[in-house]
């Protein structure tokens, strides 16, 4: 259908639980937007028959509809890559977005990452012109903040040796893609292998960073409204006409006072599994994420002050010019 906005989100769903936060995308997409919304789940074969009843209870409540994509076989294909080492601490599902021009045929989409609030009409960020472009995206700070360090800080050298952009660098989380554009100039999966392959100790953010590096010539920069990043809230009275974005803690881990957790609750509230709220409002309360303190804290002290050895700054760049030479050995023969 041509009127009909198309929404994408990732699930990937070990453990049963993150299912219900791609909820709170839908309904909270759903109840500020009046147009007809598809939203396109690509997932593995960790949803659940059960989740998959609840996402779609959740949009058909608000007249909305969905597409479940199982990208399970696709992964199949290149199970000698080690997805889950080279994503870290993402998930695999951080990856199934890049499938999007593979197995579908929309021209564009709207991505939402699953830790998002979209708190307006989504419809004002889809009737965004993308021609000539690959991404809409708004252009994020860290960008700047990254070039104007030293060459040889920890960020702006993992930059330099990726050759990534900074002038329009991007965070992913809240993006439309014009994949007609993508289909034409990119396989962007193989592309997507082939970044991780080769830069696997440099990424920190891969999916992101893979993004920026291919598409920093032709990505539109949006008004920052967009996608906004929930710690913002604090400064903030009116939490309308917003894209929240809950990078960091989130609500459903932990109470942190934000006035925005709020938002998710409701949202929640309005899902599926609302009429567990007050049950997992209570998880959020005594959350492994909230420090108690334990004869174990010297070992955890321990192991932080080894972590920080591992990831200071000399250790760091012979790490990266380490897999660049691996990279190279391993390419000798091809």
């Not at 903040?145 to 040889?152: G, M």
């Not at 920190?204 to 949006?222: M, V, W, Y």
């Not at 998880?283 to 050895?309: F, M, P, Q, W």
Request: with cysteine.
């Amino acid at each position: 259908m041509p009127d009909t906005i198309n929404v994408a989100l990732s699930i990937w769903d070990p453990s049963g639980t993150y299912s219900r936060h791609a909820g709170v995308v839908i309904a909270s997409v759903l109840k500020n937007t009046k147009s007809n919304v598809m939203f396109h789940l690509l997932h593995d074969e960790t949803l659940s028959d059960g989740n998959k009843q609840k996402l779609e209870e959740t949009a058909t409540k608000f007249d909305g509809k969905v597409n479940f994509i199982d990208v399970t076989d696709e992964m199949k294909k290149h199970s000698g890559v080690d997805i889950a080492r080279i994503t870290g601490a993402f998930t695999p599902g951080s990856v199934f977005r890049l499938l999007l021009p593979r197995l579908t045929k929309m021209s564009k989409v709207i991505y939402l990452d699953c830790d998002v609030v979209v708190n307006l009409d989504i419809k004002e960020f889809w009737d965004i012109d993308l021609d000539g472009y690959y991404i809409a995206a708004i252009n994020d700070k860290a960008g700047q903040t990254i070039s104007d360090k030293p060459l040889l800080s920890n960020s702006r050298f993992r930059m330099w040796m990726m050759d990534i952009p900074l002038e329009n660098y991007f965070n992913s989380g809240v993006v439309m893609l014009n994949l007609d554009e993508i289909r034409r100039d990119f396989n962007l999966f193989e592309e997507g292998l082939k970044f991780f392959e080769h830069y696997e100790r440099c990424t920190e953010f891969p999916d992101q960073d893979l993004l920026n590096k291919l598409f920093s010539k032709k990505t539109r920069i949006i008004d920052p409204k967009f996608h906004v990043f929930a710690r913002e809230a604090m400064k903030r009275k009116d939490f309308s006409n917003t894209i929240w974005h809950f990078t960091g803690e989130k609500p459903w881990n932990i109470h942190l006072g934000n006035p925005l957790e709020l938002l998710y609750w409701q949202y929640l509230k309005e899902s599926a599994w609302g009429n567990h709220l007050i049950e997992y409002m209570l998880e959020a309360r005594s959350s492994k994420y909230v420090h108690v303190h334990t004869s174990d804290c010297y070992k955890k002290i321990g192991r932080r002050l080894k972590l920080n050895v591992v990831k200071s700054l000399p250790a760091n760049i012979l790490s990266v010019l380490y897999g660049e030479l691996l990279f190279r050995m391993r390419n000798l023969g091809r």
